[in-house]
């Protein structure tokens, strides 16, 4: 397995569908494009929870892979995300990926394991050992917040272990939490990349060392992700600070309640900006009101993206 490097600005695609509700494909060959362009070469994340993964079937979860493949046009590495409810099912997904040209995979552990699962390391090893025993490509492994569905410091220092593990999207939602795994980490397997992800808290924990940002926002705005990134990179605390006042307005906006919705918001703020052709989601998730579309016409404005 070639090794792989994450860094920067790594943004999670959006999935741009056509009023009937099937994949827009030339949208989202554009879309992956320009989010490539962006972020300077991070890398792109597709079929992850911005791209609405739990709506696709199994061959458009394949075609996007190939469609994201095709546009990144080897300039940039593509993350395929693997969501199942099963192992069987994460397999297929897995080798299908692996097959439609991904450079890695990104690791959902099942939704059940919300329920207890991820507290000992017993059941989320075996299913990311099954996983990695299918494929010949790096995984990130997809760290949620805890409480709740994310893994203690202890498993995930287990977990890293697996040796085909580049990468964690680290979506702790408490800093002190996020600070220890990535300590963790680094002491035990410095190559592997610590990939931020918890919008709230970029700025902060892009400082304490992260190697990029993982994020859905960044089919919005993985320019200002790598910009952010790149400023902290540098030391260059001033900059950070002001591409960060200009973050804050549009994070406010896209990850208020209800938060099923944060991905809608996104897509009607790419439309708002010519960038997709339309905002069009697939059910259950519905159209937004005309009061939250104002506001985030608003936030749209307050972060200088017109």
Wanted: hydrophobic content about 50%; overall charge negative; proline content about 6%.
């Amino acid at each position: 397995m070639t090794p792989l490097a994450l860094k920067g600005a790594v943004p999670a695609s959006l999935c741009p569908f056509r009023e009937d509700l099937s994949l827009d494909e030339a949208a989202l060959v554009r879309h992956v494009a320009w989010l490539c362009a962006a972020s300077e070469s991070g890398g792109v994340v597709c079929n992850g929870h911005a791209g609405e993964v739990a709506s696709l079937s199994r061959q458009e979860r394949r075609r996007v892979v190939e469609l994201a493949v095709e546009a990144a046009a080897g300039k940039a590495p593509v993350v395929a995300g693997v969501y199942a409810d099963n192992t069987a099912d994460a397999v297929l997904y897995a080798s299908d990926a692996e097959a439609a040209g991904a450079d890695a995979l990104l690791v959902f552990t099942p939704p059940i394991f919300g329920a207890g699962a991820n507290r000992t390391a017993a059941r989320p090893l075996a299913f990311i050992e099954a996983i990695a025993g299918a494929v010949d490509i790096g995984l990130v492994l997809f760290q949620f917040s805890t409480p709740g569905p994310g893994f203690s410091t202890d498993v995930l220092a287990r977990l890293i272990d697996i040796p085909s593990v580049v990468a964690v999207k680290e979506g702790s939602d408490h800093l002190p939490a996020f600070e220890r795994n990535l300590r963790m980490i680094k002491a035990r397997r410095p190559e592997v990349a610590v990939l931020t992800t918890n919008n709230t808290m970029l700025f902060a924990t892009a400082a304490l060392g992260a190697d990029g940002i993982l994020s859905g926002s960044g089919s919005v705005v993985a320019d200002l992700h790598h910009a952010l990134h790149a400023a902290l990179h540098d030391g260059d605390l001033g900059a950070a600070r002001r591409i960060n006042d200009r973050l804050w307005p549009l994070t406010e906006a896209l990850y208020c309640d209800p938060l099923i919705d944060m991905h809608n918001r996104m897509k009607f703020v790419l439309a708002h900006l010519g960038r997709l052709p339309n905002a069009v989601v697939r059910p259950p998730l519905l159209p937004l009101s005309g009061e939250e579309r104002g506001r985030l016409v608003e936030a749209v404005a307050a972060a200088g993206l017109t």
